[in-house]
């Protein structure tokens, strides 16, 4: 089947199709933006790209367009990124644009993949000053 006949078949009412607030969010999991719209769909779109956490670093799924259809197992691509941020950032981009995946799609694949290393740091524990002045003296 044509995307575009998929994309007419589950714009209104699928399963991830999520409507809050007057928005029409999507949760499908090869979704970059989360944005219910036929560019960043992942079940319409021949090809997508996918990037959730993994153990270490990022994975980064993208499916092959000529065994969609035959065998649906086989036809993703999944390569897991455990550098740095930079390094993760440039992997990302090398994969997407510079193989001519989907061009359009690396600005959403870097902020989903720099979102995701961000969520994966440890949270730092604040420093608290001790207070001063006569009031902070008058409180204890």
Known sequence: MSSALVWELIKNNNSFLV???????????????????????GIANDKTVAIQ????????????TKKASNSPAKSVNSTVIAKGRRQTAKSVANLIARNKYRADLLPAALAR???VISSQQ??????????KGIRAQKAL
């Open 19 to 41: 409507k809050r607030d007057g928005l029409q969010l999507s949760s499908e999991p090869s979704n970059l933006t989360n944005i219910h719209s036929f560019k960043y769909s």
């Open 53 to 64: 956490p993994a153990a270490r670093g990022i994975k980064v799924t993208t499916k092959k």
């Open 113 to 115: 993949a720099s979102a």
């Open 122 to 131: 440890p949270v730092k524990a604040k420093n608290v000053r001790p207070a």
